[in-house]
């Protein structure tokens, strides 16, 4: 073949793998911090999920450690953390030592030479202090270099970070957790997700971005139960004979995984039920019927896993993690804009809202207003035709001398004090008659205050008292008359008042 082609052809791609750099080192929608700084068309495979489900177990066996080795490194990788405590606190990156030392490699350039199994464990306790202690600590790799015996001779070219899990970091590590997630995720071209077979449901429930959606990406990602034989349903089959292959165990799984999903996928490449470490010893060991029959069914899919990582076609899972990058980049992108029109949508009926209360108030007031103005008319109309009683002397000399006349004819004490009495009377009957209309009107009118209106009660005008009815002289007669009408003026003098006041603006309202 010509030369230049193939060169050509080798390296068609290239184009493509630059887009996709640029495109990455400016993907800030998915709020993803990236940088790489070398970039390189190896594959990387993440491995994600909570603790205590086998994932270190499951990263070591895929880079070639050996069987009987597993449990013990594995206690060492958990830097003195008890089970059922997370222990990978940051990411984590297992290599091949050249020696029989572990070697420990931070981001900060700190490096542990030639350690034991019990020194890289304590390095790896006082890791997690730092983490916690720091808070942001780098996002970086953690090295851990496994001393080469123990691998097996088969060489493995695969390259995992082993990611620290949400679900089960504590609260002084999530913000860490969530960047080192944020960080890896996108720059992965497969992603295994690891969890107890038991909770199968646990697939269907994440919550973070670039893995939430996983089955629409089945080529990116791999579905990993571990524990697989411990489900009793599954047992029963394989003693029934219903599980007698791999395809088998696998075709189970993933038919319950879509009943789960309420989807119809094709799983038969995508999920790997397995047992493996120490649940798969203690099943060598207390059962070996169900082990002698599972044994070669567990060991074909674990090396097909391994020949699944091994062989994929890092080309095509490079642009397809892209695409899924872009799908849910736009879908975020969406999803901010629903947002947004969302609160511009409640901002505008609040509004709206606001604003018919508003003008609901505002005819509401111009009513009242309208109500208050009529009423105030009626009342000074009212007020108005309201005649308060003259209090002008000369008046009240004219209304007395109007019921007390001076006479020569009768000059009698009989008839000043007759006189005193009808003037008294005469003037309590018009009073009390004006003070009734007054309350009758009010009420019809709604006007308060008037309900309580009554004159005060006065002592009568003094009588002239006199043994003898006549007047023998004129001089007598002159006093005693112009005393009862000195009597009689304060008397409507005060009555004239004590009316007034009643009537008045403070007493009407």
């Given at each position: 073949m010509n030369p230049t082609f193939t060169k050509f052809h080798q390296n068609r791609l290239e184009w493509a793998f630059?887009?996709?750099k640029e495109f990455i080192d400016h993907f800030v929608r998915l709020d993803v911090e990236i940088s790489e700084s070398t970039y390189s068309k190896e594959l990387l495979i993440s491995v994600y999920g909570p603790t205590q489900v086998g994932k270190t177990t499951v990263i070591l066996y895929l880079l070639g450690i050996k069987q009987d080795k597993l449990e013990q490194l594995s206690t060492w990788l958990r830097g003195r953390r008890k089970l059922g405590e997370s222990s990978t606190v940051t990411v984590m990156r297992y290599e091949r030592s050249q020696d029989e030392y572990f070697?420990?490699?931070?981001?900060?350039?700190?490096?542990?030479?030639?350690?034991?199994?019990?020194?890289?464990?304590?390095?790896?306790?006082?890791?997690?202090?730092?983490?916690?202690?720091e808070g942001a600590y780098s996002v970086e790799p953690v090295t851990v270099e496994i001393p080469f015996y123990f691998f097996e001779e088969r060489d493995v070219h695969i390259n995992i970070v082993d990611l620290p899990g949400i679900e089960s970091a504590e609260l002084k590590e999530v913000e860490h957790v969530k960047q080192c997630i944020k960080h890896w995720l996108p720059l992965s071209e497969v992603c295994l997700l690891v969890d107890d077979a038991t909770q199968l449901t646990a697939f269907t429930q994440y919550t973070l971005k670039g893995i939430k959606n996983w089955y629409e990406q089945l080529s990116n990602f791999r579905v990993i139960p571990t524990r697989a034989l411990s489900l009793d349903n599954i047992r029963r089959k394989i003693q029934n004979g219903l599980i007698v292959s791999a395809d088998d165990l696998i075709a189970d799984y993933a038919k319950v995984l879509n009943r789960v999903l309420k989807m119809d996928l094709d799983l038969s490449k995508t999920?790997?039920?397995?047992?493996?470490?120490?649940?798969?010893?203690?099943?060598?060991?207390?059962?070996?019927?169900?082990?002698?029959?599972?044994?070669?069914?567990?060991?074909?899919?674990?090396e097909n896993l391994q020949e699944d990582l091994e062989n994929v076609e890092v080309n095509e899972l490079s642009f397809?993690?892209?695409?899924?990058?872009?799908?849910?980049?736009?879908?975020?992108?969406?999803?901010?804009?629903?947002?947004?029109?969302?609160?511009?949508?409640?901002?505008?009926?609040?509004?709206?809202?606001?604003?018919?209360?508003?003008?609901?108030?505002?005819e509401a007031d111009v009513q009242q207003y309208e109500h208050i103005r009529k009423e105030l008319d009626l009342y000074q109309d009212f007020m108005n035709r309201i005649r308060f009683q003259d209090v002008n002397p000369d008046a009240i000399m004219h209304r007395i001398h109007q019921n007390i006349r001076y006479t020569d004819?009768?000059?009698?004490?009989?008839?000043?004090?007759?006189?005193?009495?009808?003037?008294?009377?005469?003037?309590?009957?018009?009073?009390?008659?004006?003070?009734?209309?007054?309350?009758?009107?009010?009420?019809?009118?709604?006007?308060?205050?008037?309900?309580?209106?009554?004159?005060?009660?006065?002592?009568?005008?003094?009588k002239v008292e006199k043994m003898f009815d006549a007047f023998r002289f004129e001089k007598t007669y002159k006093k005693a008359f112009y005393e009862t009408t000195d009597y009689a003026f304060d008397w409507v003098n005060v009555m004239y008042q004590n009316f007034n006041h009643l009537i008045s603006p403070s007493i009407i309202k």
């Open positions: 630059q887009a996709k070697h420990l490699r931070l981001p900060n350039h700190y490096e542990r030479v030639g350690l034991t199994g019990e020194q890289l464990e304590a390095e790896l306790h006082s890791l997690r202090f730092n983490v916690e202690q999920i790997y039920p397995i047992d493996l470490g120490n649940s798969w010893n203690v099943i060598r060991e207390k059962e070996p019927f169900l082990y002698e029959k599972m044994k070669y069914i567990i060991a074909e899919i674990l397809n993690r892209l695409m899924g990058l872009y799908k849910e980049a736009e879908e975020a992108s969406k999803q901010e804009l629903e947002q947004q029109q969302d609160k511009i949508d409640k901002y505008k009926k609040f509004i709206e809202r606001q604003t018919f209360m508003f003008e609901q108030e505002q004819s009768d000059r009698k004490a009989s008839a000043i004090n007759e006189a005193a009495s009808k003037l008294q009377l005469g003037l309590e009957k018009e009073l009390d008659a004006k003070l009734r209309a007054i309350k009758q009107e009010a009420s019809i009118l709604k006007i308060s205050g008037t309900h309580q209106l009554e004159l005060p009660y006065l002592y009568p005008i003094p």
